[in-house]
């Protein structure tokens, strides 16, 4: 089957197979009867649920009957039917079938809503504040969800004008059949204003204090804000340093004479020893293995260190990782990293020792920027222009890092939906053998779009582009230019087989690169998943990137769910292959392609 074929046939078996839910609805527990409005139907018999089996008798079915009404009047009065009438029966087949008759009758409707402050009263801005975030209206439906929605708004506007103790009493709703209406009186506690302390630890961990005290997103005195709270937990959990962390105003009989509430901090720590182990294989790139020891809260700063190694054939290395998560300021860390690595490739082959050390700052929840500086000494060994001898090159290469990074996406390791971007620039200067200066950039994006509303089918793209600004071919040492072909690359092909090709069929790599991907993602179950995709790329030996002469790879995936992401096994197949491309491609590791 040729690597056309065998794509069509991939997106064919899995458009069948989205399509296989629809041909097999499952049977409800109980049969709705009854002129109903079509979303109500709809909400009524997904309370309701499906059958596991069919009924074992009589009695079975008037129990699912029972249940099935129970389930369809709270849905009737969750939205404002009070006046309805549900009857379960049992049909006189000779297997019997329930089923539940519904009457819904009219639809009663916001009458009056009234907030009674529980003694003392806040003051009139504050009372004003909590009118405001009612936001129903008289002669509205009386939802429920609308009515207890509009409660907790009260509330929440209640405690970020800084009434930390404020609370919800016992609710009135009156419910009149006489004029069919819902009137509901809310009972709130309102309490007195906070002003917020500094940070007081509660742990037996080794963590830092006055690392801690530096944390707070709030000076000594500030008016209490339940998001600044919220936000220095979810700091100190995304750490990974500790078990739990409960981040909680100190209690009341607690708070010293100058009023000034402490924020109390319990950590509890994780084990400070962690060894992961990892492997992946690729037919052309052959097997690697990873292996990685942890240690967390070393320097009582929530950080975590790392010695890692890897071995694999084409890229094996020994090293030390270093991250200080909220360096100097929250939301920003401290990243160190070296390494004595050796690569051999197809295009080189090279040793060497690498130190790096970057900022990252987490401008928001979804935009990073990162900043860095790393000092290289290598040794490469690289074929002439000609081909006919090997070059060898004794090169201190230092660069500067500037990235910036938008994560829109719902999950790391296996996104459904939401896109990323990524732009870095590194400018670069060597000395040795050659002396040289230049800019290494790239631009990666990618997009998630689900195509039902439980994402079982989803498209994913991706496309990249880069440049080597101010560089010659013959002056950037071969490990730093641009190469194409592979498993996080374009599919199909050898490792570094997309592109330029010296006599002998060595790859030369080039200054621009441009690579495409679109894969249709289908989860078969929560464990199983099938994908086809479709990668392109091309390696330019100029400056600008080449988007008219996309070589193309294609093939089909299985995915297997871990519980933490997705296993990858791909089968790809190249479409413009060359004489050193194998017929196909295999390659399996951890998380998705892209």
């Given amino acids: 089957m040729t690597g056309s074929r065998l794509y069509l046939a991939g997106l064919t078996g899995l458009a069948l197979l989205a399509a296989y839910p629809a041909l097999a609805a ?4 109980a049969q709705v009867r009854g002129d109903l409005p079509a979303d109500l139907r709809t909400r009524i018999e997904t309370a309701v649920g499906a059958a596991e089996r069919p009924s074992r008798n009589r009695f079975d079915a008037r129990q699912r009957a029972n249940t099935a009404a129970e389930e369809a009047a709270a849905v009737l009065r969750s939205e404002g039917y009070y006046a309805f009438r549900v009857q379960p029966g049992v049909s006189e087949a000779i297997v019997a079938e329930p089923f539940i008759e519904v009457t819904v009758g009219p639809r009663f409707r916001i009458a009056d809503v009234r907030i009674d402050w529980i003694d003392p009263a806040p003051a009139f801005s504050v009372q004003t504040l909590g009118s405001d975030q009612l936001q129903i209206a008289p002669g509205q439906p009386a939802r429920a969800i609308d009515v207890v929605s509009a409660e907790a708004r009260v509330l929440s506007a209640i405690q970020k004008a800084g009434y930390a103790d404020a609370f919800i009493g016992p609710r009135e709703v009156i419910v009149d059949h006489a004029d069919q209406t819902l009137r509901p009186t809310f009972r709130i506690s309102a309490g007195q204003p906070v002003r917020l302390d500094s940070i007081r630890l509660e742990t037996e961990g080794g963590t830092r204090s006055d690392w801690l005290a530096g944390l707070a997103p709030w000076p000594s005195g500030a008016k209490y804000d339940p998001d600044s709270i919220a936000s220095l937990e979810r700091s100190l959990v995304e750490t990974g340093a500790y078990d739990q ?49 942890t240690h967390f809260n070393r320097f009582g700063l929530a950080d975590t260190s790392a010695v890692f190694g890897r071995l694999s054939t084409v890229d094996s290395r020994l090293g030390v990782e270093v991250t200080l998560p909220h360096w100097r300021r929250l939301r920003q860390s401290l990243n160190g990293y070296t390494a004595a690595f050796r690569r051999e490739t197809s295009a080189y082959d ?50 500067l890092l500037g990235a910036l990074a938008f994560d829109e996406t719902d999950d790391v390791l296996d996104p459904k939906a939401g896109w990323r971007v990524d732009l870095r620039a590194e400018p670069t200067a060597l000395t040795g053998s050659v002396t040289l200066s230049y800019v290494k950039a790239s631009l990666q994006g ?49 490792f570094q087989g997309i592109g ?65 992401g997705p296993i990858r096994f791909d089968l790809a197949v190249p479409l413009n292959r060359r004489s050193d491309d194998p017929s196909y491609q295999i390659y399996v590791s951890i998380g998705q392609s892209f």
Avoid at 26 to 29: A, K, T
Avoid at 245 to 259: R, Y
Avoid at 387 to 398: D, I, P, T
Avoid at 464 to 473: N, P, Y
Wanted: overall charge neutral.
């Fill in 500 to 564: 330029p090709h010296l006599p002998d069929n060595t790859p030369v790599g080039g200054l621009s690169l441009v690579e495409v991907s679109g894969e249709v993602r289908h989860r078969l179950s929560d464990q199983w998943g099938l994908v086809a995709f479709v990668d392109a790329g091309s390696v330019g030996l100029s400056q600008e990137p080449a988007f008219e002469a996309l070589d193309l790879g294609v093939g089909l995936g299985v995915r297997y769910n871990l519980g933490f």
């Fill in 350 to 399: 090279e040793t060497g020792l690498e130190v790096r050390v970057d900022v990252q700052r987490k401008r928001s929840e979804v935009a990073y920027v990162t900043v860095g500086a790393a000092l290289d000494y290598i040794q490469t060994r690289e074929r002439s222009p000609s081909a006919a001898a090997f070059l060898r090159r004794e090169q201190v290469v230092g660069s």
């Fill in 245 to 293: 962390v409960t981040v909680a105003l100190a209690p009341l009989e607690e708070v010293p004479a100058d009023g000034l509430r402490p924020v109390v901090v319990t950590l509890t720590d994780r084990k400070p020893h962690r060894l992961e182990a990892g492997a992946s294989y690729a037919s052309s790139e052959g097997l690697g293995a990873d292996m990685r020891w």
């Fill in 26 to 29: 499952p049977q409800l527990r």
């Fill in 446 to 494: 990618s997009a998630y779009l689900p195509l039902d509303g439980d994402r079982r089918t989803v498209l994913a793209g991706r496309a990249k582009a880069g440049s080597i600004l101010g560089g010659t071919l013959g002056g950037v040492p071969a490990s730093r230019r641009f190469y194409a072909g592979g498993g996080g690359s374009v599919r199909g092909y050898v």
